[in-house]
């Protein structure tokens, strides 16, 4: 999976944790959309916000920063970095996270019928794993 981060003009500290459409794609569960979400560690975060202050969203104390297509989080309903990286998959520049924080995740916001319907593709994927075709 090639991502360019090299345009966000900043040495990552930490390797930040892909979520969203993008971890979708690399489990093959469907195409990502035109956006790169990323949950990035607290020091990588503060420095971007430095950086780029007049691209940020703020989502109910959740910190965002949009910039070249990006958007980089702190954290996702108060779970941060720390918590959302267990048993991420390491790739040299980055991190995807898990499909079962994938799964936690998408539960969060499954009101919304496109993640209503991501959970259901993870669950299916988890239960195949576990049990072959169903």
Known sequence: MEIDLKILNHDFLHKPL????????????????LDIDLVIHAEDHNNL?????????????DIGICEYGFEIWNQICTFDYDYLKTNAIEEEYI????????LFLKALA?????????????????????YGKI
Do not use: C, Q, W
Request: charged share 25%.
């Open 49 to 61: 916000i430095n950086k780029y202050p007049n691209n940020i969203k703020d989502l109910y104390g």
């Open 95 to 102: 991190i995807i996270i898990s499909l079962e924080k994938l």
């Open 18 to 33: 892909i979520i969203g459409g993008k971890a979708m794609e690399y489990y093959g569960l469907r195409k990502a959309g």
């Open 110 to 130: 499954m009101e919304i019928p496109k993640f209503h319907n991501d959970l259901e593709m993870i669950v299916k994927t988890i239960l195949n794993k576990a």
